[in-house]
């Protein structure tokens, strides 16, 4: 079994193979599924945990103060102490409320999330499942959480959260738009849809610079989009905190609520990766065209480096974009969408297409 | 035409402004010596009030546990929530007259609202403030304090 | 009793429905409720409900000595503590015709413009915090700080200071004080184009704040909105301009005023006087003359028999004081014209038709103190 930071296949064939070697197929299979479902949940929580205590140290440091620094060095184990906190506290039941409906919505959210991980390349031959479809995939399955929001809304019985999980609704049903299109200049670039073909494409150079300007402008508007369809600030409508308390989970409690709070930083995580998958180049390091020596030592940091580098990049930015804005209000988060984004993410991808017929990518 | 020019002008100024405030956030984010921060109870043996905060009601005692109290009431007829209760007494003096001296002077911290009032008002400037800010007690009545130590007597010329 | 508890309530559309927006809600600021009916995300009516925080102020001030009503009026808008005191002490001072030192009308021109500052920068912090910015919050808080900083050396209280007596001041401001407000007018002018660069000129805020609760002049004044809001709509309703009490008259400042009326415009008159204020001060702070902290003033005040009242320009607007004296120690009856109650009522005509996000900015571009409205 050889283990090759540069290269993952060899390694992962090499399990599927022994699998298979040992038990019958249909067996094999299930083994291999539990295997990949586990080391996925463990990914989720190390992941989750880490990117709370980041987002509370980002917006400390934005704001003039330290953070969390009192649960270990650092604080590094404050989000450790909050899951605690957050398990062991009560269920709050609620009168008239949707009950089915009630406790199902969070597992929706996160389903919905878990879902979208499988389809993303963390490394050479490092991927769950290898789509033919992969980005059409991601994007569908991402915008299955908004089901899980409009029932949370719908369920709790209180007026906030249906006014919050119906401004989610018109939200994300507008911003999938933008998010797809945008993607799709992407496509008609790379003419694949995927993943790890998106990314081996990209071994020349990343593709916000092979398609130089509408490659930009669409990095920006998936930024943009993507930013909303995560309900993060500037566009964290649903949840609105200084209008509707807390949206869609104000009558949530518990390890419930830890759902809903875990499944905001898993998609934020997802849409990152995806942003850094399909522009920044994924695990591909970063070449310069002519500079040998350069590129060599590019070469020599490891794939999984380079992947958490970039998603951890655009997820600092989406920070960024939370901690300096206002919040939009409904009426203009919709113009923003249908007046500006899309029209300019049409022109967009009639650009890129032109582009790539006259041939003048890089 | 005139339309079309304002769409993209819009967006331009849209995103400079942006981009303006997240200058703002990015320069603090990369400047961690700005960070205003105090880290309290690490630093409580550095960490020194002003010397006028008013933290605590006290009675100065000199090096002979005197005090400057006559007992005379000004205090709390003056104090507007009724924080401050003196009881007195009289003794006799040598000569024969009767004087009067403080018993109790005591003094509610729960109900005191800081207005300064007591001590601007003592007429031999017996009471002071104490810079004291850690209040909290596990027990109300530990907030009811006696002002003036055990055994202790007024200077002598104060009247 | 019933009947006074039980408001009736409003009578409600088809596809209307209430919303109770507090007493425990983060944009009221405090506990003041809201009863609103909402059509869809569109304010129909608002119907607001105060009394929660009613703590009894005026009725007791007529137990306390004019020297004690000073600390109850801290507790009304606990954010311009000073001015509130201000207004006490003027009231007495006129009533008794004393002449307080020139040093004293000084210091507190200084402290009253200080204390101005550290309301709107709080204004400011929880209107970015209100829109959805949560950084402005932490910015306005840590220059406040500052200015708390002076007010604790000089006096060693920071929010309810209880600083002023009628007749002069508790006692002589810190040695350090001219050169503490010099550094921190030095610091603030710097910190305040950060508050231009991060949300005044922010696209989202523009379009969050632009044409957003227009209140028009004559609406202003029949409802007798004062203060920055009133200044906002272009009424130019300055107490210190048109009835100048302490150095007022004879510092040089502009009354800032604007004439939209909306949110954004309410805005930028409490952020020009932010440096107005600084200009203020910065006229005053370097000629303080020497003298005494306080009028020679009997230990017990009684005032004439009659009626008086005082009115200062607070944070809010106009703080107005109306006093009945039957010539005891104690007033007989203390009445507060406090700006945020005042203010309070325009709330429901400005936020109609707008939306839900829309009334939590004019509740914020109003810039209510709960305690100011209960008393």
Known sequence: ?362 | MNSFTKYFTDIFWGFRSLLIGMSVTGRYFFSPGQIVTQQYPENRKKLKMFERFKGDLIMPHDEHNQHRCTGCGICETNCPNGSIEVISDRIELPDGKKKRIIDKHIYHLSMCTFCSLCVKTCPSEALDWDQTFEHAVFDRTKLTKILNKPGSSIIKDIE | MKEIINLPVQSIEEEEYHINMGPQHPSTHGVLRLVVTLQGEIVKKLQPHCGYIHRGIEKMCEKDTYQQIIHLTDRMDYLSAHINNHAVCLLVEGALEVEVPERVKYIRTILDELNRIASHQLWWSSFGMDLGGLTCFFYGLRDREHILDIFEESFGSRLLHSYYTPGGLMRDVHPNFQKRVKDFLKYNRKKIKDYDRILSGNVIFLERSKGVGVLSKELAINYGVTGPSGRGSGWACDIRKKHPYAMYDKVEFREVLRHEGDTYSRYMVRIDEMRESMNIIEQLIDNIPEGDFSAKMKPIIRLPEGEYYQCVESARGELGIYCISDGNKNPVRMKFRTPSFVNLGVLDKISREMKIADLVAIGASLDLVIPDIDR
């Open chain 1, 1 to 362: 079994m050889a283990f090759n930071i540069y290269d993952f296949t060899s390694f992962t064939q090499s399990i599927d193979q022994a699998l298979y070697e040992w038990l019958p197929p249909f067996w094999a299979l299930l083994v291999e599924m539990t295997i990949i479902g586990l080391v996925f949940l463990l990914f989720y929580a190390i992941v989750g945990l880490f990117l709370v205590y980041a987002e509370r140290k980002v917006c400390a440091f934005m704001q003039n103060r330290v953070g969390p620094n009192r649960v270990g060095p650092y604080g590094v184990f404050q989000t450790i102490a909050d899951f605690i906190k957050l398990l062991m506290k009560e269920l709050v039941y609620i009168k008239n409320s949707d009950k089915l409906l009630f406790n199902i919505a969070p597992f929706i959210v996160i389903i919905a999330s878990f879902m979208a991980i499988a389809a993303i390349p963390f490394a050479k031959g490092l991927h769950a499942i290898d789509f033919d479809i992969g980005i059409m995939y991601v994007i569908a399955v991402t915008s299955l959480g908004v089901i899980g929001v409009l029932l949370a809304g719908w369920s709790s019985n209180n007026k906030y959260s249906l006014i919050g999980a119906m401004r989610s609704g018109a939200q994300i049903i507008s911003y999938e738009l933008s998010v797809g299109l945008s993607l799709l200049t992407i496509i008609v670039l790379a003419g694949t849809m995927q993943f790890s073909q998106v990314v081996e494409m990209q071994s020349t150079g990343w593709f916000i610079f092979k398609g130089h300007i509408p490659a930009f402008i669409a990095f920006v508007i998936f930024l943009i989009a993507s930013t909303a369809e995560t309900n993060r600030g500037p566009f964290d409508l649903a949840e609105a905190e200084s209008e509707l308390t807390a949206g869609f989970h104000t009558e949530y409690s518990g390890i419930k609520f830890a759902f809903f709070f875990l499944a905001e930083y898993m998609n934020m995580f997802i849409v990152a990766s995806i942003a850094a998958t399909v522009f920044l180049g994924g695990w591909m390091p970063f070449h310069i065209y002519g500079w040998e020596g350069f590129n060599h030592v590019m070469d020599f940091i490891p794939p999984l480096v380079w992947y958490f580098g970039k998603t951890a990049f655009v997820i600092w930015l989406m920070m960024w974009f939370k901690w300096t804005f206002p919040r939009l209000r409904i009426d203009q988060l919709l113009t923003l969408e249908w007046k500006y984004l899309l029209p300019i993410n049409l022109v967009n991808i009639l650009i890129m297409a032109f582009i790539v017929l006259m041939g003048w990518h890089f």
